[in-house]
């Protein structure tokens, strides 16, 4: 039998997870009801399934929602203002399952705003996440994702400015960002908005990378937080990548006696585990 050891923080952050149980917890308890989401709920095509097969209908834009008796679901990335003004009007009953950390970024931004500062946001802008952080000032925050990007804005020191940034950002360049912005003379307050989950599950996977013969890194082949994993753990140790346990029918594990295993952001619990009994089982 071969030794399976799980990396610590696999998996769901805990933002992601409790949308998941919300989510989850609607489905099963408003069974009358129709229950749409206003973007996919995470970038897991096996778990979003999971939750169309219970009665989930996945939307791209509110126009898409009828009238009636139904609700619709906000997921961890949060959206802009104008989404729940729109869904008082339509009278459109929401759950919000935005993540409390990006809450806080809509509630500093929203206050900065209404003080009269510029919001400067680092991050991506067409991430959902940035789309929605900017819907809390009326869309009039400049976005810039890296430290040439800041260069090119023209600052102002008679202006206030608030920064804050995308949860998932580099801590890296969001440094170099802040050393050229305190080098400069300007009226500059700095939030610094980046949630730890990310490198902690980066850094745990490293870990266990140098303490196991394999690693087995399980999530989408296109969730960038993911492939992430699976460059760092390719760094140190032989690696595979898959989405589920199917992909490990043919791999011949015999020159393998420890196997790590670790999954990206958007990989449900019950994934996880069925890979882990299957290599446990070889
Ligand atoms: S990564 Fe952090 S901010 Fe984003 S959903 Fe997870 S806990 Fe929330």
């Known amino acids: 039998m071969k030794k399976v050891i799980i990396a610590d923080n696999a998996g769901f952050c805990f933002g992601v997870k409790r ?10 308890s408003n069974e009358d009801k129709k229950v749409y989401a206003l973007g996919p709920l995470i ?3 096996q778990a979003v399934s999971k939750y169309e097969e219970k009665g989930l209908i996945t939307v791209d834009s509110m126009e898409q929602i009828e009238e009636g008796n139904l609700e619709m679901i906000i997921r961890s990335h949060g959206v802009a203002k104008k989404i729940y003004d ?3 009007i339509r009278k459109i009953d929401i759950i919000d399952t935005t993540c409390p950390f990006v809450k806080k970024i809509h509630q500093i931004v929203n206050k900065s705003y209404n003080e009269g500062k510029q919001v400067l946001v680092l991050g991506d802008k067409d991430h959902p996440e940035i789309i929605g952080i900017n819907g809390w000032c009326m869309d009039k925050a400049i976005i810039a994702k890296t430290l040439e990007d800041v260069k090119k804005i023209d600052l102002n020191s008679d202006k206030k400015y608030i920064v804050v940034a995308q949860t998932t950002m580099n801590e890296k360049e969001f440094e170099k960002i802040i050393d050229y912005i305190n080098s400069i003379d300007l009226n500059i307050e700095i939030e610094n908005t980046i949630c730890s989950a990310t490198r902690v599950r980066q850094q745990s996977a490293r870990d266990l990378s140098e303490k196991v013969d394999v690693m087995v890194v399980i999530g989408g082949k ?5 492939q992430k ?12 990548a898959i989405e589920t346990s199917e992909e490990l029918k043919n791999i011949d594990f015999n020159n393998y006696e420890t196997i790590g295993v670790t999954a990206g952001a958007s990989t449900p619990d019950w994934i996880i585990q069925d890979t882990i009994s299957y290599l446990e089982n070889l």
């Open 19 to 28: 949308a998941m149980n919300m989510a989850w917890e609607e489905l099963i």
């Open 222 to 226: 296109h969730s960038s937080n993911t």
């Open 43 to 45: 970038h897991n095509k």
């Open 229 to 240: 994993l699976v460059k760092i753990c390719k760094e140190v140790v032989d690696t595979l």
């Open 86 to 88: 729109e869904a008082e």
